[in-house]
């Protein structure tokens, strides 16, 4: 998973995924079929880690409102990391969601758990008190996933941590 999150899919040779993951081509082939199919298996396995944990964030007790802040802090700490990785998915998502639609309807699903999710989390916020009866839960989740994706993009560039901060700061201001 390190190889394609560093590097994308286009940038891990065959090669490097080998010595990598110390098999040998058949194996590779044997086990997966493919490169393509090995970067879905990884893509399924960071949705089952990285986002996992995202959502368990959004089920904890307490300030429903609190937990999609955590979130969102979640995500900043991601794109903030100083490898430059950004988030998979939106890698993903910009290197190969334009040309391949099983890919791109993996990344999809992948983002819209993230947003139901999210969407949830802020009814219950809506529902308590804690986020206006003005605000939609539903267009404040896609803005949400949006911006978290733009983070993620960010931190793949490598932006300066105190941009990151700013623009999850700007994020936090749709809740209020």
Request: include cysteine; glycine fraction near 8%.
């Amino acid at each position: 998973m390190r190889l394609f999150w560093l590097y994308g899919y286009q940038g891990v040779g065959l090669a490097d995924l080998l010595s990598h993951m110390g098999i040998s081509r058949q194996s590779l082939y044997d086990t997966f079929g493919n490169k393509r199919a090995l970067f879905i298996r990884v893509i399924e396995h960071y949705r089952a880690t990285q986002l996992t944990q995202a959502l368990a964030l959004l089920e904890r007790d307490g300030s429903p409102l609190a937990n999609v802040r955590a979130v969102l802090h979640f995500f900043e700490q991601l794109a903030s990391d100083p490898s430059g990785r950004g988030c998979l998915v939106a890698n993903a998502l910009v290197e190969l969601g334009p040309h391949d639609p099983e890919v791109a309807a993996l990344l999809e699903e992948t983002l819209e758990l993230l947003q139901k999710g999210l969407q949830r989390a802020l009814r219950e916020a809506r529902r308590c008190g804690e986020l206006p009866a003005r605000k939609s839960p539903a267009a404040i989740s896609r803005a949400l996933t949006n911006s978290l994706v733009g983070m993620a993009v960010m931190g793949r560039l490598r932006t300066e941590p105190p941009l990151l901060r700013k623009v999850f700061l700007g994020t936090l201001c749709m809740l209020d």
